[in-house]
């Protein structure tokens, strides 16, 4: 699914009437056909029903207007309640104001706004937010804003036009206050402000209708892919009835230090769960005895580390040996803070030759040297920080990542030649080339220890099955946050381990293929 700014959806209008002679009026009957018909059909059309419309000045109210218009045609009874004077009406807007009954239509400009009319909107069967759209730039105050919060205490149904009104089209910032929608109806694409949070939990349900965007105004607009299971599903290879271990790669995990054995072994499993058809786990001597044990099917490497449980330099000459005809390696998952492990860990993002996958402690080593991370390789890397790390490999902060999650990952992606999985609700995948993805799968329960080692070892598993560095990623995202959304399904979100995950990713792929 492709996903675009509020700005390029406006451009992709203009270019509709400008270039191929749609007239603005058509394009809005045709969103608030397409909202009316969502109304409609969630519901009903019988006689007797009530919707409360409240509209802006701008094309937004003139698409709720439509709706209006529409759903009294259907036999129900309308209010629509204009937040601006009539003269302040212009354009096509003004043209589907007209159309519509006078004696259904109430003016309550600021500061009166929505106030009088609390008791009419809560008799409403629906209300439908048609105030601001997807070109709100400046956060929402006074009589409007306390218009969004009726809407929300009113506990009737909304339907939001376009987007909620209060939710920034191109980043999902509350912009104030912000309407809570049940359904969202939005045109010809999904906005970033739909998908991306906080604004995503205020649309409720999304639909995209048609409005008559050419296809190629589509296709040559600038967007993002939105990762859902139609995506992921196209991205999975099929195996043959003849495929056998060797077919799908043999992974090199290296990682694990004195108390966080886990990490490593759950990277090392979650890559057999993830279709590795051999994986090899190299871990600090001292600690080998207790891998077999939590590793059964995966073979173990033990690196010298003289009785510290940490690996160093010394570990440099076998671990390049042991790269000799892996498919791929994970770099860092309870590699520890140890300086001297720092050391081997940038020494080896510089050496290996393989597609290589670095995460946790191996981000902290190279956030100390970061120029290592742009060094010319001959293989994909792959850096899966959370914003904590992405932060400290920035050289920023954790709220400037998290205020910019889209431009942090892809100007860091093409500066370093990398490719980026910045991790978070609705984690970004960013690729060296500027592609973006942006994942739609996980839920709250993931917010747990062992994640990240976890999804390390899926991107790491499906690198050595020879896709395709960002198809690995966008795939390894979804599978890891939808193998989650099992696992809630069936125990809820809270108390949900990284163990639980990793079990469910093969039934993750077999729902998606199935």
């Known amino acids: 699914m492709k996903v675009v700014t509020g700005e390029t959806m406006k451009q992709m209008d203009r270019r509709a009437i400008a270039e191929f002679g749609i007239p603005g009026l058509v394009l809005m009957e045709n969103a ?38 529409l759903l009294m045609d259907k036999g129900w009874e309308v209010r629509t309640i204009v937040l601006a004077l009539r003269d302040d009406i212009g354009g096509d807007a003004r043209v589907n104001l007209d159309r519509l009954d006078p004696s259904t239509v109430s003016y309550s400009p600021p500061p009166a706004g929505l106030a009088p009319f609390v008791a009419e909107i809560e008799q ?38 376009d987007i909620p009104s209060g939710v920034d089209a191109g980043s999902g910032a509350l912009l104030g206050m912000a309407t809570n929608a049940d359904f969202t109806v939005t045109f010809a694409c999904a906005k ?54 060797g077919s799908f790669g043999h992974c090199l995990v290296i990682a694990g230090s004195t108390g966080k054995t886990g990490a490593a ?49 010394q570990a440099a000459p076998l671990i390049a040996a042991a790269t000799k005809g892996k498919s791929s390696v994970a770099l860092g998952p309870g590699l520890s803070w140890n300086p001297a492990t720092a050391v081997l860990v940038r020494h080896l993002v510089s050496e290996i030759d393989q597609p290589l996958v670095v995460d946790a402690d191996g981000l902290n080593a190279l956030s100390e040297e970061p120029e290592v991370i742009g060094r010319k390789r001959t293989a994909s890397l792959v850096l899966t920080p959370h914003p904590g790390e992405m932060a400290r490999l920035a050289g920023t902060t954790v709220d400037a990542v998290e205020s910019n999650r889209i431009g942090i990952a892809q100007e860091f992606a093409a500066r370093c030649g990398t490719f980026l999985v910045l991790k978070g609700a609705r984690t970004v995948v960013a690729a060296p080339d500027g592609r973006i993805a942006i994942n739609g799968s996980g839920n709250p329960g993931m917010a747990s220890g062992g994640m990240g080692d976890v999804l390390t070892g899926v991107i ?55």
Request: hydrophobic letters at 45%; charged letters at 20%; one cysteine or more.
């Open 32 to 69: 608030g056909r397409g909202c009316a018909d969502v109304i409609l059909r969630a519901y009903g059309s019988s006689v007797g029903s009530r919707a409360v419309v409240v509209a802006g000045k701008g094309n937004n109210g003139g698409d709720g207007y439509v709706i209006a218009r």
């Open 192 to 245: 970033l402000g739909h998908v991306l949070y906080p604004g995503a939990e205020r649309c409720g349900e999304l639909r995209i209708v048609d409005i008559g965007i050419p296809q190629q105004v589509a296709d040559d607009a600038d967007g993002y892919d939105f990762i859902d299971g139609d995506a992921a599903r196209r991205l999975i290879r099929r195996r043959d009835r003849q495929d056998h271990k």
């Open 460 to 514: 790491a598993s499906l690198l050595g099955q020879g896709y395709p560095p960002f198809d690995a990623c966008c795939l390894g995202v979804f599978i890891h946050g939808h193998a989650a959304d099992l696992v809630a399904a069936e125990k809820g979100e809270i108390g949900i381990s990284a163990v639980d995950v990793q079990e469910r990713l093969p039934w993750a792929f077999k729902v998606l293929i199935t």
């Open 124 to 161: 409403a069967t629906i209300i439908v937010d048609a105030l601001f759209g997807t070109g709100l730039a400046s956060e929402v105050t006074g009589a409007h804003a306390e218009a969004i919060e009726i809407m929300n205490g009113c506990h009737r149904p909304v339907i939001a036009v």
């Open 265 to 313: 072994a759950m990277a090392a499993n979650s890559a057999l769960r993830a279709g590795s058809g051999l994986i090899t786990l190299a871990v600090p001597a001292s600690l080998n005895a207790i891998l077999e044990v939590k590793t059964t099917e995966v073979m173990t490497l033990p690196l010298p580390d003289e009785g510290q449980g940490f690996i160093t330099e």
